[in-house]
């Protein structure tokens, strides 16, 4: 027989499969010795009554029932002689598109704005130590997209969408560490992620696919409303049955091609706020209850939520153990972002805290059609600039001073490498945003006792949590509204969030395409 069941595991005994055994065989009536194998499915810690424990589903297989490891049999076919689809942008959505175009019998063409993953460490190291920012390869332009220099975190809520399991497996199949197929809220680690995309990457020209690097859209070939193709700023043009937009969030020169093209564009809500920075200790102390040096746990997590004045305040993107990184895309703009790395062991932890924006809240704005938010987002991003050091050296102020509207007499120490500043936050941003924050501060300290401290420091400004912009297509076919043979997908085009739900929807498109014109 094969039974799947829950058992609470102490934290000592997680990788001890014997213990397993032993509480399955006391939790199912039978023997041990009867048992063949246990395997575990899922695992999470659960720390809610004081007492941390693993939450673990496992299959035992006893009687006449073994484990059997299965075997990938990912059909990714030989591609170089068929139809091209041209895949713009290679993050995940892409990429996860070019793969299924593999496994359907259409090669995919993919025309990269920024670097391949090796090259771009060197603008990254530039953007972060002398304040350079290449506009096309950057923590949010190049190989892999604005998830490979992040956490890598690979939980979502989108499982309706499509199969997260079998999106796991390709990551593991791509050299992910497996822990990510039990794990409840896994993730990869941006140490990690630049080979993995390296490999994505061997996979689809192995099998006939093409990159082409340094290459951003300038125009889109379109003919009696059928989308052909593109042509990149080197003037080449790339042609093919199809055109998968996957930019990413940032690309904001994309929207007003389309724009300019007739295709229909609609401001979509995102959230803005700022970086949440605490000493690590603090959050396990508060999540593991003052247990965490006897038990040897993993960097603690939070997601925090509070509804203020109509809007949501929440943590976004959280990362254990992490860093502040500059994200802007552009000179004379500040963006923050976080990171970390696998074993998410820094001394510090970091999460946007951000205040849920709707385009009928930007009033001011309307005039900029269906780029309001997008304007506002941007023009927020230059006031965060220091344009007299034109550096990017980032405005911060500690968590109770921002609170009470006072301007902290000194910052603490920070992981943002370009360094922070001592700035009046709570005024820099948008009114309706600090008002919301300052509001529910003290209300997260209620939740999470030690949460709402000055040991706690905002650093500003966390601006991309989601594109502010919507491709619209059709819901069913995945197709642009206004121009056949274009299919928008991904953060960029407004569909979805993160890595896991980008992903699935660069899967969902490729399916498309290929049901019409595989």
Known sequence: MIREIDIEVKIQAVNDIGYYRSLAARQLGIDANDIN???????SIDARHGNVMYKVRIAVYDGDSKYIPERSVRDYKYVGDSDPVIVVGAGPAGLFAALRLLEKGLKPVIIERGKDVHSRKFDIASLVRESNVNPDS??????????????????????????????????????????????????????????????????????????HFN??????????????????????????????????????????????KGQMLEPKGFAMGVRLEHPQEIINDIQYHYQNKQLNLPAASYFIVQQVDGRGVFSFCMCPGGVIVPSCTEQGELVVNGMSNSKRNGRYSNSGLVVQIEPGDLVDYQRFGVFSAMEFQRETEHRFFDSKTRTLIAPAQRMVDFANGRLSQKVGNSTYAPGIVSAPVHEMLPAF?????????????????????????????ESRTSSAVRVTRDPMTYEAVNMKRLYPCGEGAGYSGGIVSSAIDGVNVADAIARIYG
Do not use: W
Not at 37 to 43: A, F, G, I, P, T
Not at 160 to 166: C, F, L, Q, W
Not at 434 to 457: I, V
């Open 37 to 43: 194998d246990v395997v575990v499915l899922k695992r």
């Open 138 to 211: 950057n923590y949010c332009f190049g190989e892999g997209g604005a998830g490979t220099f992040s956490d890598g975190k690979l939980f979502t809520r989108s499982t309706k969408r499509g199969n997260v399991g079998e999106l796991l497996k390709t990551f593991v199949e791509h050299g992910a560490n497996p822990d990510i197929l039990v794990d409840a809220h896994p993730h990869i680690g941006t140490d990690k992620l630049p080979a993995i995309m390296e490999n994505i990457r061997h996979t689809i020209v192995g099998h006939g696919g093409e990159y």
């Open 215 to 260: 290459s951003r859209v300038v125009d889109f070939i379109v003919r009696d409303g059928v989308c052909k193709g593109i042509i990149d700023s080197k003037g080449i043009g790339y042609e093919g049955i199809a055109v998968v937009l996957a930019t990413g969030h940032s690309a904001r020169d994309v929207y007003h091609l389309l724009y300019e």
């Open 433 to 461: 945003i600090a008002d919301r924050m300052r509001k529910a501060f003290p209300l997260f300290g209620k939740k999470m006792h030690g949460f709402f401290t000055n040991e706690a420091q905002l650093v500003g400004l």
